[in-house]
Structure formats: structure tokens, C-alpha cells
């Protein structure tokens, strides 16, 4: 299958590589043209992009920085991001070459222009951009940003910011749209700048640290909020559970002693098991197994399993029993 249709994989959709080109010196943008049957996407929804690094699927999880307009138009969509030194994937993503075939999934994720008929207030740290970026050109498209105000807050390092060609053209386009360009050294902390927008609806997109603030100030003068952060969410504390319990994980036939407090997939890791995984924070599905026996809880909500046979992500899985599972 393989020969005939490179990069066929089940349950994945295949797109080529288009171009991927340098924006500045971390930032990548790529182009991908995904194959016909891919679902088009919302602006603002994500993908899970799997390439093979070193003979080894690896994963992981990006905004789509292009509107759903342009998919239709140009059959392409693009994914801007931030390379890390260390990353699994993003410094790898220089070494795809044009007409690749890469494995991505159908896109994902709630964080969408809000059905609302209030303004809206988009705040966007560092690569965070991107998903108001996909939005703001499918509004600008639409003509939704001729009936809503938005207005932008867009915080990133000195010389960081991305994409401000666009956002220019967006703004000359349509006098509802308007920015700022912030960095945390000049202009302060986003708090500064959230008290003049009290009667909008709010969207944030950016570092976790960010999204608290926001948060919490949200709170504070109840303004609606909508987010999207990837950082996988802190564990959620469960008073019952004993700490540091030990328990036993049976696998394929071995058994494995393994703790309640962190996830199944990192002691498999660490006990050098093969696991299969991808993104790590519950997104793309690749650590998925069957759960034969045992209660685990869910590290993002804190809620438990029932100990029937189901599948459970090892990667946002926690022992609360003696667990056995299939690989
Ligand atoms: S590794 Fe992606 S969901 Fe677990």
C-alpha cells in the first residue's frame, strides 16, 4: 500500500508538503496541500502532523494558521510555528522537501470565532498568533469583520512578531479590525492592557502563564473567555488517593511496579517499554491501548474509570489500581 499511496497510514489523512519556508529566526512556516478527503477545518482549529524522523512516526499538534477560505481557494493550508532546539518534531520540519507526503489528522478543537454579538478581544502570545490569524482571514473573507469589532493584543519577545504584514493588510481591509503590537519589556504585562475591553468577549491563545492571568482577571470583572493552550493542564490533585501508592502493571505478559503519581506512558517510558505515542498532553489519540482490568483517572479532569475492559490514553492515565492493559 505503501508503494502505491506513500505515506498511507490508517486512520490518517496524507498531505504533500508544499513549501516550508523561514519567517525568522525560530519561526517556520509550512505549506501543506492535504489530500481531497481531508474534512476542511474551522479557523482556529488545530491538527495533529505526523512525520517519520530517523525510521520513528513522531507527532505533534499544530494551529492552522490559514482560513478555511484559503483551503478552498488554493487547496492548501499552512502551519506556522515557533522551532524548538530540543523538539521532537520542529527541527526536523527544515529537512521536508516539496511534494513529501506527511500524515496529518483531521483537524480538532473548539477555539473558534464565538457566536456572539458582542466585540471581541483576541490575545495572542508569541506563536498564539496563529488561530487568530486563520480567523481574522476567513472573517475579513466572510464580511463578519464588517459587523464585529475586534480588536487584537498581540504580546510576543522584541523582534518576535510574526505575520504583521497580514494583520496590516487585515486592518486596511476592514477599519473594524484593529492591533497592537506588544512586547511584556515595553509595554507591560497583558493585565495592563484588559481594562478597556470589559464589554467584549474575550479570546487568548498563547504561553499558560498568559492564559492565567487573563483568566483570573476575567474572572474578576466577569468577562466571557474562550482559550487554547496546548501545555498539557496540570494534574488535578485527588485527596482520596493515597500518595505514592505502588501498584502493578501487567503488559503483554510482563508486570511492571508503577506509582499513582505520574502517567502510565512516562513509567512505560522510563522502563524502556515500546509504547507508541504522539503529542503527550491527550490530543492525538496514538498512545491509545485497551485497558483490560483496573481503574485509572484522567490526570486533565481528575475523573476515574470504571474497571471494565475500555480504552484509556496512556499518556493522560494514572493508576488508581492494579492495572493491566494490552499494547
Ligand atoms: S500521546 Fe497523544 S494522546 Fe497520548
Redesign the pocket.
Known amino acids: 500500500m505503501q508503494q502505491v499511496r506513500p505515506a498511507w497510514r490508517d486512520g490518517h489523512f496524507r498531505a504533500r508538503v508544499v513549501t516550508v519556508k523561514k519567517l525568522s529566526t525560530d519561526m517556520l512556516e509550512v505549506l501543506l496541500m492535504p489530500e481531497r478527503s481531508w474534512p476542511t477545518h474551522v479557523a482556529g482549529q488545530h491538527i495533529?502532523l505526523t512525520i517519520e524522523i530517523n525510521g520513528r512516526l513522531t507527532?505533534r499538534v499544530f494551529t492552522i494558521a490559514s482560513g478555511a477560505n484559503t483551503r478552498q481557494k488554493e487547496k492548501q493550508i499552512r502551519l506556522v510555528t515557533k522551532v524548538k532546539a530540543q523538539g521532537a518534531l520542529t527541527p526536523y520540519l527544515h529537512s521536508c522537501v516539496p511534494n513529501q507526503w506527511v500524515n496529518i489528522s483531521a483537524p480538532m478543537g473548539k477555539f473558534i470565532w464565538p457566536k456572539v454579538k458582542k466585540p471581541l478581544l483576541m490575545i495572542a502570545g508569541g506563536s498564539g498568533i496563529t488561530p487568530f490569524i486563520a480567523m481574522l482571514d476567513d472573517a475579513v473573507n466572510n464580511a463578519q469583520l464588517h459587523h464585529t469589532q475586534v480588536h487584537l493584543l498581540y504580546f510576543a519577545k522584541p523582534d518576535e512578531h510574526v505575520l504583521l504584514n497580514e494583520l496590516s493588510a487585515f486592518s486596511k481591509r476592514c477599519e473594524h479590525f484593529t492591533y497592537d503590537v506588544l512586547t511584556k519589556q515595553k509595554d507591560g504585562d497583558v493585565e495592563a492592557h484588559l481594562c478597556n475591553f470589559a464589554n467584549a468577549h474575550w479570546l487568548v491563545c498563547g504561553p499558560h502563564a498568559m492564559f492565567e492571568q487573563v483568566e483570573s482577571y476575567a474572572k474578576t470583572i466577569n468577562v466571557p473567555v474562550s482559550s487554547e493552550h496546548f501545555a498539557a493542564l496540570p494534574v488535578v490533585s485527588n485527596t482520596s488517593l493515597t500518595e505514592n501508592e505502588t501498584f502493578s502493571l501487567v503488559h503483554n505478559g510482563q508486570s511492571l511496579a508503577i506509582d499513582n503519581q505520574q502517567t502510565l506512558?512516562s513509567q512505560l517510558q522510563q522502563a524502556e517499554q515500546p509504547v507508541t505515542?504522539?503529542?503527550?498532553?491527550?490530543?492525538?489519540?496514538?498512545?491509545?491501548c485497551v485497558k483490560k482490568r483496573g481503574v485509572v483517572r484522567d490526570t486533565r479532569t481528575g475523573e476515574l474509570s470504571d474497571s471494565a475492559e475500555q480504552l484509556i490514553?496512556?499518556?493522560?492515565s494514572q493508576a488508581v489500581t492494579d492495572l493491566e492493559i494490552q499494547l
Not at 505515542?277 to 491509545?288: E, K, L, P, S
Not at 490514553?313 to 493522560?316: F, G, I, K, R
Open positions: 495533529a507527532t506512558l505515542y504522539g503529542c503527550g498532553m491527550g490530543i492525538c489519540h496514538q498512545c491509545q490514553q496512556l499518556c493522560v
